[in-house]
Protein backbone atom coordinates (compact mmCIF):
# COMPACT_ATOMS: atom_id res chain seq x y z
CA UNK A 1 0.00 0.00 0.00
CA UNK A 2 0.54 3.88 0.04
CA UNK A 3 2.89 5.07 2.34
CA UNK A 4 1.67 8.47 3.84
CA UNK A 5 3.56 10.97 6.35
CA UNK A 6 1.94 13.77 7.51
CA UNK A 7 3.92 16.75 10.04
CA UNK A 8 3.55 18.00 12.26
CA UNK A 9 2.61 15.08 14.46
CA UNK A 10 2.40 17.16 17.09
CA UNK A 11 1.59 20.67 17.68
CA UNK A 12 0.57 22.86 20.64
CA UNK A 13 -0.01 26.69 20.27
CA UNK A 14 -1.87 29.76 21.77
CA UNK A 15 -5.67 30.13 21.13
CA UNK A 16 -5.93 32.43 17.98
CA UNK A 17 -3.12 31.17 15.74
CA UNK A 18 -2.88 29.53 12.44
CA UNK A 19 -1.82 25.84 11.93
CA UNK A 20 -0.52 24.00 8.99
CA UNK A 21 -0.57 20.16 8.44
CA UNK A 22 1.36 18.55 5.83
CA UNK A 23 0.17 15.12 4.48
CA UNK A 24 2.14 13.55 2.05
CA UNK A 25 1.74 10.39 -0.11
CA UNK A 26 5.36 9.27 -0.15
CA UNK A 27 5.60 6.43 -2.80
CA UNK A 28 2.39 7.04 -5.10
CA UNK A 29 0.66 9.45 -6.83
CA UNK A 30 -2.33 10.26 -5.10
CA UNK A 31 -5.81 11.24 -6.91
CA UNK A 32 -7.77 12.41 -4.15
CA UNK A 33 -6.27 13.00 -0.54
CA UNK A 34 -9.27 13.07 2.77
CA UNK A 35 -9.23 14.93 5.64
CA UNK A 36 -10.67 13.37 8.85
CA UNK A 37 -11.31 14.57 12.47
CA UNK A 38 -11.31 12.30 15.12
CA UNK A 39 -12.23 13.14 18.94
CA UNK A 40 -10.87 10.55 21.90
CA UNK A 41 -12.59 7.38 22.26
CA UNK A 42 -14.88 8.09 18.79
CA UNK A 43 -14.71 7.17 15.27
CA UNK A 44 -13.26 9.14 12.38
CA UNK A 45 -15.27 12.07 10.85
CA UNK A 46 -14.85 13.33 6.94
CA UNK A 47 -14.50 16.55 7.10
CA UNK A 48 -12.83 17.24 3.20
CA UNK A 49 -12.10 15.70 0.01
CA UNK A 50 -9.42 16.86 -1.85
CA UNK A 51 -8.72 16.36 -5.74
CA UNK A 52 -5.20 17.54 -6.97
CA UNK A 53 -6.00 21.06 -8.73
CA UNK A 54 -9.21 21.71 -7.51
CA UNK A 55 -10.82 22.96 -4.87
CA UNK A 56 -11.72 20.38 -1.79
CA UNK A 57 -15.26 19.02 -1.58
CA UNK A 58 -16.50 20.24 2.33
CA UNK A 59 -18.48 18.07 4.23
CA UNK A 60 -21.64 19.32 5.23
CA UNK A 61 -20.93 21.33 9.12
CA UNK A 62 -17.30 21.91 8.34
CA UNK A 63 -16.22 25.46 8.08
CA UNK A 64 -14.60 26.23 5.04
CA UNK A 65 -12.60 29.47 5.72
CA UNK A 66 -11.96 27.34 9.33
CA UNK A 67 -10.26 24.46 7.33
CA UNK A 68 -8.54 25.68 4.16
CA UNK A 69 -7.22 22.60 2.23
CA UNK A 70 -4.91 22.66 -0.74
CA UNK A 71 -3.64 19.88 -2.79
CA UNK A 72 -1.17 21.75 -4.68
CA UNK A 73 0.52 18.68 -6.09
CA UNK A 74 0.04 14.88 -6.48
CA UNK A 75 1.63 13.96 -3.63
CA UNK A 76 1.25 16.87 -1.29
CA UNK A 77 -2.17 18.24 0.45
CA UNK A 78 -2.44 21.06 3.64
CA UNK A 79 -4.81 21.55 6.12
CA UNK A 80 -4.58 24.73 7.89
CA UNK A 81 -6.42 25.18 10.96
CA UNK A 82 -7.05 29.47 11.16
CA UNK A 83 -7.64 31.35 14.35
CA UNK A 84 -7.63 28.04 16.35
CA UNK A 85 -9.47 27.79 19.55
CA UNK A 86 -9.38 25.38 22.15
CA UNK A 87 -12.43 23.34 20.50
CA UNK A 88 -10.17 22.71 17.28
CA UNK A 89 -8.16 20.63 19.70
CA UNK A 90 -8.00 17.10 18.00
CA UNK A 91 -6.68 14.32 16.07
CA UNK A 92 -6.44 15.14 12.52
CA UNK A 93 -5.53 12.25 9.88
CA UNK A 94 -5.20 12.29 6.60
CA UNK A 95 -5.81 9.17 3.64
CA UNK A 96 -4.66 8.87 0.28
CA UNK A 97 -6.61 7.36 -2.51
CA UNK A 98 -4.05 6.21 -5.23
CA UNK A 99 -4.53 5.02 -9.54
CA UNK A 100 -2.85 2.26 -8.78
CA UNK A 101 -4.19 -1.64 -8.55
CA UNK A 102 -6.32 -0.66 -5.94
CA UNK A 103 -7.19 2.68 -6.34
CA UNK A 104 -10.60 2.42 -3.92
CA UNK A 105 -8.73 1.90 -0.84
CA UNK A 106 -7.96 4.69 1.06
CA UNK A 107 -4.03 4.35 3.10
CA UNK A 108 -3.74 6.67 6.09
CA UNK A 109 -1.16 8.68 7.38
CA UNK A 110 0.05 8.55 11.24
CA UNK A 111 -2.43 11.50 11.80
CA UNK A 112 -1.64 15.07 13.70
CA UNK A 113 -2.73 15.69 17.63
CA UNK A 114 -3.34 19.47 17.84
CA UNK A 115 -4.06 21.04 21.27
CA UNK A 116 -4.90 24.85 21.42
CA UNK A 117 -4.62 26.56 24.46
CA UNK B 1 -28.91 5.07 4.00
CA UNK B 2 -24.96 3.57 4.71
CA UNK B 3 -24.41 2.64 7.81
CA UNK B 4 -21.36 0.44 9.47
CA UNK B 5 -22.36 -0.83 12.73
CA UNK B 6 -19.95 -2.28 15.31
CA UNK B 7 -22.02 -3.33 18.06
CA UNK B 8 -18.91 -4.42 20.11
CA UNK B 9 -17.45 -0.94 21.74
CA UNK B 10 -15.25 -2.44 23.92
CA UNK B 11 -13.98 -6.42 24.10
CA UNK B 12 -11.43 -7.97 26.83
CA UNK B 13 -9.73 -11.39 26.77
CA UNK B 14 -7.01 -13.06 27.86
CA UNK B 15 -3.36 -14.05 25.52
CA UNK B 16 -4.05 -16.58 23.24
CA UNK B 17 -7.70 -16.73 23.54
CA UNK B 18 -9.78 -16.04 19.99
CA UNK B 19 -12.15 -13.29 19.31
CA UNK B 20 -14.49 -12.18 17.05
CA UNK B 21 -14.81 -8.51 16.56
CA UNK B 22 -18.62 -8.05 14.72
CA UNK B 23 -19.48 -5.49 11.52
CA UNK B 24 -22.97 -5.31 10.39
CA UNK B 25 -23.22 -2.60 7.16
CA UNK B 26 -26.69 -1.48 5.46
CA UNK B 27 -26.38 -0.28 1.49
CA UNK B 28 -28.62 0.11 -1.17
CA UNK B 29 -25.43 0.01 -3.86
CA UNK B 30 -24.79 -3.52 -5.56
CA UNK B 31 -21.76 -2.96 -5.78
CA UNK B 32 -19.29 -1.62 -2.63
CA UNK B 33 -16.29 -2.17 -0.90
CA UNK B 34 -15.47 -3.27 2.89
CA UNK B 35 -12.40 -2.59 4.94
CA UNK B 36 -11.40 -3.21 8.20
CA UNK B 37 -8.22 -1.13 9.99
CA UNK B 38 -6.29 -1.18 13.15
CA UNK B 39 -5.37 1.79 15.00
CA UNK B 40 -3.01 1.02 17.72
CA UNK B 41 -2.24 3.59 20.47
CA UNK B 42 0.15 5.08 18.32
CA UNK B 43 -2.72 6.66 15.93
CA UNK B 44 -2.12 5.80 12.80
CA UNK B 45 -4.85 3.83 10.67
CA UNK B 46 -3.51 0.40 9.13
CA UNK B 47 -5.16 -1.11 6.27
CA UNK B 48 -5.76 -4.99 7.39
CA UNK B 49 -7.87 -5.65 4.49
CA UNK B 50 -10.31 -5.05 1.80
CA UNK B 51 -13.35 -7.05 0.09
CA UNK B 52 -15.60 -6.06 -2.78
CA UNK B 53 -19.79 -6.92 -2.66
CA UNK B 54 -18.93 -9.45 -5.36
CA UNK B 55 -16.39 -11.84 -3.73
CA UNK B 56 -17.86 -13.86 -0.51
CA UNK B 57 -15.17 -16.27 -0.08
CA UNK B 58 -13.67 -15.97 3.50
CA UNK B 59 -9.73 -14.82 3.62
CA UNK B 60 -7.30 -15.88 5.91
CA UNK B 61 -4.19 -14.14 6.29
CA UNK B 62 -2.15 -15.62 9.09
CA UNK B 63 -3.99 -15.00 12.69
CA UNK B 64 -6.32 -12.74 10.97
CA UNK B 65 -9.46 -14.39 9.39
CA UNK B 66 -12.63 -12.60 7.87
CA UNK B 67 -16.38 -14.02 7.51
CA UNK B 68 -18.39 -11.92 4.31
CA UNK B 69 -22.00 -12.86 4.87
CA UNK B 70 -24.28 -10.52 2.53
CA UNK B 71 -27.38 -12.59 3.08
CA UNK B 72 -26.98 -10.88 6.75
CA UNK B 73 -24.68 -7.57 5.78
CA UNK B 74 -21.94 -9.07 7.75
CA UNK B 75 -18.05 -8.33 7.57
CA UNK B 76 -16.73 -10.49 11.08
CA UNK B 77 -12.98 -10.18 11.67
CA UNK B 78 -11.47 -12.87 13.71
CA UNK B 79 -8.00 -13.04 15.70
CA UNK B 80 -7.39 -16.59 16.32
CA UNK B 81 -4.48 -16.79 19.23
CA UNK B 82 -4.80 -13.50 20.06
CA UNK B 83 -1.61 -11.23 21.06
CA UNK B 84 -0.60 -8.08 23.33
CA UNK B 85 0.19 -6.63 20.55
CA UNK B 86 -3.17 -7.20 18.69
CA UNK B 87 -4.72 -4.57 21.76
CA UNK B 88 -5.77 -1.55 19.27
CA UNK B 89 -9.04 -0.24 18.17
CA UNK B 90 -10.15 -1.99 15.22
CA UNK B 91 -12.81 -0.25 12.39
CA UNK B 92 -14.90 -2.03 9.92
CA UNK B 93 -15.55 0.93 6.86
CA UNK B 94 -17.71 0.61 3.77
CA UNK B 95 -16.83 2.75 0.71
CA UNK B 96 -19.96 4.38 -1.16
CA UNK B 97 -20.29 5.07 -4.32
CA UNK B 98 -19.00 8.43 -4.37
CA UNK B 99 -15.64 6.84 -3.18
CA UNK B 100 -16.37 8.24 0.82
CA UNK B 101 -15.63 5.51 3.62
CA UNK B 102 -18.05 5.24 6.45
CA UNK B 103 -16.74 3.98 9.52
CA UNK B 104 -18.27 2.14 12.34
CA UNK B 105 -18.05 3.53 15.83
CA UNK B 106 -14.64 0.92 16.37
CA UNK B 107 -14.09 -1.81 18.97
CA UNK B 108 -11.57 -1.69 21.16
CA UNK B 109 -9.65 -4.69 21.71
CA UNK B 110 -7.68 -5.32 24.79
CA UNK B 111 -5.73 -8.31 25.02
CA UNK B 112 -4.08 -9.24 28.77
CA UNK B 113 -1.04 -11.27 29.02
Known amino acids: GAVVSQHPSRVICKSGTSVKIECRSLDFQATTMFWYRQFPKKSLMLMATSNEGSKATYEQGVEKDKFLINHASLTLSTLTVTSAHPEDSSFYIC?????????????FGPGTRLLVL | AQKVTQAQTEISVVEKEDVTLDCVYETRDTTYYLFWYKQPPSGELVFLIRRNSFDEQNEISGRYSWNFQKSTSSFNFTITASQVVDSAVYFCALRDQGGKLIFGQGTELSVKP
Open chain 1, 95 to 107: SVQTAGQHPETQY
